[in-house]
């Protein structure tokens, strides 16, 4: 089944401690992205990658790293998370020219940090 | 600054209604997507397009690339189109912009 992967769904952690959220696609997209989504503000671009070893920032990168080695997988970091990153988080894969493609969607990252 | 606005913010119908959902951008694009997410927290990806009109069942996507202005149009609307209807448009750098979406309860 053609799928993007997200793990772990929910999570709470506490300031300071390192996390990735893993994201995986198995349709052999080149474009991949992060986002967040918060009340209010809407879903909002994190980073973006439009092939392998090539990201790029979205609107809201400030606190997150990110790295592409293989085309599947997309790894979102929070080196020292921070209470204001509390958010859901969805990573998402199209083909080709990536943002004028049909944008296919994992299942979400629920992430509390105290 | 968002560069997309949607309207309404939110929008309760009665069942059966024909719902409209306005997007509005500032920048010429080239593709514009509608998203779906329902209640669950899912995300999926309804229409994009560039120009003219597109359907899919009892949804239609409609675009005017010179007034930088989408519509979603729901025809005969039931109670599990309750949702976010979430409008965005791909930059020309790669990244991708998205509205606050637009909330739709439709009641029995």
């Known amino acids: 089944e053609a799928q993007v992967t997200q793990n772990p769904r929910y999570l709470i952690t506490v300031t300071g401690k390192k996390l990735t959220v893993t994201c995986s696609q198995n349709m052999n997209h080149e474009y991949m992205s992060w986002y967040r989504q918060d009340p209010g503000l809407g879903l909002r671009q994190i980073y973006y990658?439009?092939?392998?070893?090539?990201?790029d920032k979205g609107d809201v990168p400030e606190g997150y790293k990110v790295s592409r080695k293989e085309k599947r997988n997309f790894p979102l970091i929070l080196e020292s998370p921070s209470p204001n990153q509390t958010s859901l988080y969805f990573c998402?894969?199209?083909?080709?020219?990536?943002?004028?493609?049909?944008?296919?969607f994992g299942p979400g990252t629920r992430l509390t940090v105290l | 600054k968002n560069e997309v606005e949607q309207s309404p913010q939110n929008l309760t119908a009665q069942e059966g209604e024909f719902i409209t959902i306005n997007c509005s951008y500032s920048?010429?694009?080239?593709?514009l997507h509608w998203l779906q997410q329902h209640p669950g927290g899912g995300i999926v990806s309804l229409f994009m397009?560039?120009?003219g009109k597109k359907k899919h069942g009892r949804l239609i996507a409609t675009i005017n690339i010179q007034e930088k202005h989408s519509s979603l149009h729901i025809t005969a609307s039931h109670p599990r189109d309750s949702a976010v209807y979430i409008c965005?448009?791909?930059?020309?750098?790669?990244?991708?912009?998205f509205g606050k979406g637009t909330k739709l309860s439709v009641k029995p």
């Open positions: 990658s439009m092939n392998v070893e090539v990201t």
């Open positions: 397009l560039s120009s």
């Open positions: 965005g448009y791909g930059g020309s750098q790669g990244n991708l912009i």
């Open positions: 920048v010429g694009i080239s593709a």
């Open positions: 998402a894969s199209s083909g080709g020219d990536g943002s004028y493609n049909e944008q296919f």
